[in-house]
């Protein structure tokens, strides 16, 4: 907190500057793991095409759709490949690849099932480490994305303390806290998860808004490539849309208008 004049106290030290060591910046091979829970099928406030309300799980598929063309208009030589989550990880597309039709083509096979209860995610951080060696023997770098969306059970793992081979994202799409739920407490161990398991920077993105727009928003920021990323704590994107308008201090006395007495 900064300190209030007068109070003897002193303003708390800004943060140093963010400086990016040089290096070379690798390709990516990006596991995204969908929860297909129940609760993802939550319907949002946004409307289809066909003017019925979207789901989570329909948002998701258009949000990882886009990050996909983004990051490839990037750089082509990102790779992609999907798994989901119910009550443990399984594959959904082993393959990593960069075609989008191939992408497209595991997002049109995402599924629901039934309740799953709580989910633990120790398999899939076992799938993403052994796929994360693989990456490196091919000098790139492999970053695990998971979008969990359940507001009423906790995920566990288990997972060795100095073991760091991947990135590791997080978007949470929950409902809003009630008696009924714990978000907060899900979003609690989803943050010590990334702090135990990334290598570099993860980031955890959350909302409890049910609309795709924010979805978009937050997937985008993943689009931050993890050898590039500064600390969350420092995360400013992206900037408001706001038209700034000049202040009455800042016209310049030549050009400011007269103002008639009468």
């Given at each position: 907190?900064?300190?209030?004049?007068?109070?003897?106290?002193?303003?708390?030290?800004?943060?140093?500057?963010?400086?990016?060591?040089?290096?070379?910046?690798?390709?990516?091979?990006?596991?995204?793991?969908?929860?297909?829970?129940?609760?993802?099928?939550?319907?949002?406030?946004?409307?289809?095409?066909?003017?019925?309300?979207?789901?989570?799980?329909?948002?998701?598929?258009?949000?990882?759709l886009?990050?996909?063309?983004?990051?490839?208009?990037?750089?082509?030589?990102?790779?992609?490949?999907?798994?989901?989550?119910?009550?443990s990880?399984?594959?959904?597309?082993?393959?990593?690849?960069?075609?989008?039709?191939?992408?497209?083509?595991?997002?049109?096979?995402?599924?629901?099932?039934?309740?799953?209860?709580?989910?633990?995610l120790?398999?899939?951080?076992?799938?993403?480490?052994?796929?994360?060696?693989?990456?490196?023997?091919?000098?790139?770098?492999?970053?695990?994305?998971?979008?969990?969306?359940?507001?009423?059970?906790?995920?566990?793992?288990?997972?060795?303390?100095?073991?760091?081979?991947?990135t590791?994202?997080?978007?949470?799409?929950?409902?809003?806290?009630?008696?009924?739920?714990?978000?907060?407490?899900?979003?609690?161990?989803?943050?010590?998860?990334?702090?135990?398991?990334?290598?570099?920077?993860?980031?955890?993105?959350?909302?409890?808004?049910?609309?795709?727009?924010?979805?978009?928003?937050?997937?985008?920021?993943?689009?931050?490539?993890?050898?590039?990323?500064?600390?969350?704590?420092?995360?400013?994107?992206?900037?408001p849309?706001?038209?700034?308008?000049?202040?009455?201090?800042?016209?310049?006395?030549?050009?400011?208008?007269?103002?008639?007495?009468?």
């Amino acid at each position: 907190m900064e300190g209030v004049e007068g109070d003897g106290s002193t303003a708390s030290p800004a943060p140093p500057p963010y400086t990016l060591p040089p290096s070379r910046i690798l390709s990516e091979d990006i596991l995204f793991c969908i929860d297909v829970d129940a609760e993802s099928t939550v319907e949002l406030k946004t409307t289809g095409a066909d003017g019925r309300p979207l789901t989570r799980l329909d948002s998701i598929k258009q949000g990882v759709l886009l990050f996909a063309h983004s990051k490839l208009s990037i750089s082509p030589d990102h790779r992609f490949a999907f798994s989901t989550l119910s009550k443990s990880a399984s594959w959904l597309r082993k393959e990593f690849s960069s075609d989008l039709e191939s992408v497209n083509a595991a997002l049109r096979g995402l599924s629901v099932t039934t309740p799953s209860g709580q989910a633990d995610l120790t398999l899939l951080f076992r799938m993403a480490a052994h796929e994360a060696k693989k990456s490196r023997a091919q000098n790139r770098i492999f970053r695990l994305v998971l979008v969990y969306c359940r507001s009423s059970t906790l995920p566990r793992h288990q997972w060795p303390v100095n073991q760091k081979l991947f990135t590791f994202d997080v978007i949470y799409l929950h409902d809003k806290p009630s008696p009924d739920n714990c978000p907060q407490e899900v979003y609690d161990v989803l943050v010590d998860a990334v702090e135990q398991v990334s290598e570099y920077e993860g980031y955890i993105l959350e909302s409890g808004q049910a609309l795709s727009r924010v979805l978009f928003r937050l997937i985008c920021m993943l689009l931050s490539h993890p050898q590039q990323r500064c600390s969350q704590d420092y995360l400013d994107i992206p900037k408001p849309l706001v038209r700034k308008t000049p202040s009455v201090d800042s016209v310049p006395a030549d050009e400011a208008v007269p103002i008639s007495s009468q």
